[in-house]
């Protein structure tokens, strides 16, 4: 067995060029930081091509396979004679072993091309589900004396109950505890990596707040009336919409 020499990498190539281009994947690269994609973007994009490539030659593949089948069934002997001739016939293969090669590579590079943006709009609406009752949580320990860093930390713990949200704010913490950052300079770091756009409008609020010396408390307090009244209004404005589809149902039914 051929022995793969240390650090060897198959995607090396690819990734080169592709780094070489860096500036055509801004946004590409923050879809993938949404997401939550650990990946290396270059290194995503190397697998994109790989696969891309593997999957046109499956479809070329399954265009040799329809193409033998045509011919088996007699398929050509009924077309004129132009295209029921040999040469037809390799025309016709080529064509449709082109058009499943083009038809495979296409959609799985652009499904995995797409899917960061993807989980990172799923991870935007789930946070937006769950950030009027985390603030409700902030509020509470900040009514009852807690720092925000605090706040923060006890909230970051919390996935189980909070989800997304507490996800978000692990970078927070990860960054004030392990990193050294300061507070201030860790929730502008995650207003620009959050996919949520209600939960960046809290973070600079809050940082408002912060830097010009207000109270958080009231803050919290604030924000917990508007954001609770902003999901009451999309429950309401949701279950309205259900009840509408139900009618048309029951009237189609």
Do not use: C
Request: glycine content about 8%; aromatic content about 12%.
């Amino acid at each position: 067995r051929e022995k793969i020499p240390s650090g060897w990498n198959p995607y090396g190539g690819i990734r080169r060029r592709i780094r070489r281009s860096d500036r055509n994947f801004g946004e590409f690269r923050r879809s993938m930081n949404q997401a939550r994609i650990s990946t290396p973007y270059d290194l995503y994009l190397a697998r994109l091509v790989v696969y891309s490539v593997f999957a046109a030659l499956v479809g070329a593949l399954v265009g040799i396979a329809l193409t033998y089948m045509l011919v088996v069934s007699g398929f050509f002997e009924n077309l004129s004679a132009p295209f029921a001739s040999i040469y037809g016939i390799v025309a016709i293969g080529l064509l449709i072993e082109l058009a499943f090669a083009a038809l495979f590579g296409v959609i799985t590079g652009g499904v995995l091309y797409v899917y960061p943006s993807l989980v990172a709009d799923r991870r935007a609406k789930r946070i937006n589900m769950e950030l009027p009752h985390a603030i409700v949580y902030m509020y509470a320990m900040s009514y009852g004396g807690t720092n925000m860093i605090k706040i923060v930390r006890s909230l970051a713990n919390e996935e189980e109950t909070y989800g997304e949200v507490s996800k978000e704010l692990k970078y927070i913490v990860r960054d004030t505890e392990h990193f050294g950052s300061e507070f201030q300079t860790s929730v502008r770091k995650l207003y620009e990596i959050t996919p949520s756009q209600p939960m960046k409008t809290f973070l600079d609020d809050l940082l408002g707040v912060i830097d010009s010396g207000g109270d958080v408390t009231v803050f919290l307090e604030n924000q917990t009336d508007t954001y609770l009244e902003e999901a009451r209004d999309e429950q309401s404005a949701f279950l309205e919409t259900l009840s509408l589809l139900s009618e048309v149902f029951v009237v189609l039914f």
